[in-house]
């Protein structure tokens, strides 16, 4: 079994920084594509971002490229988002997901495993 725990969230102010952090158990994370969601009130779920399981190859979301940068370490179980000038617009829960083999998507539907959440709050 997969489990994703999610941290790192918190209130900042519009042009901040935070950085989100995703440990990872089982065996085989360093098989997985390992993705970053998120879903504000009232809006179904995001694609932010996702990183391939050797970690050289991510895909953003346009609305964050150039703003997030997703990275993994796999000796650790650990992926991480760092979202900098951050923007009220970015006010959402963030969802760490594990997809079971190489291939990206932004699809949630498509992702096997899935934290709880982070809430991040953007002020303005």
């Known amino acids: 079994q997969v489990q994703l725990v999610e941290s790192g969230g918190g209130l900042v102010p519009a042009g901040g920084s935070l950085r989100l952090s995703c440990t990872v158990s089982?065996?085989?994370?360093?098989?997985?594509?390992v993705g970053w969601f998120r879903q504000a009130p009232g809006n179904e779920r995001e694609f932010v971002t996702a990183?391939?399981?050797?970690?050289?190859?991510?895909y953003y979301a346009d609305n964050v490229k150039g703003r997030f940068t997703i990275s993994r370490d796999n000796a650790k179980n650990m992926v991480y988002l760092q979202m900098n000038s951050l923007k009220p617009e970015d006010t959402a829960v963030y969802y760490c997901?594990?997809?079971?083999?190489?291939?990206?998507?932004?699809?949630?539907?498509?992702?096997?495993?899935w934290g709880q959440g982070t809430r991040v709050t953007v002020s303005s």
């Open positions: 089982g065996r085989t994370f360093s098989t997985y594509v």
């Open positions: 997901a594990a997809r079971t083999n190489d291939y990206f998507s932004r699809l949630a539907n498509e992702y096997n495993y």
């Open positions: 990183v391939r399981r050797s970690g050289g190859s991510t």
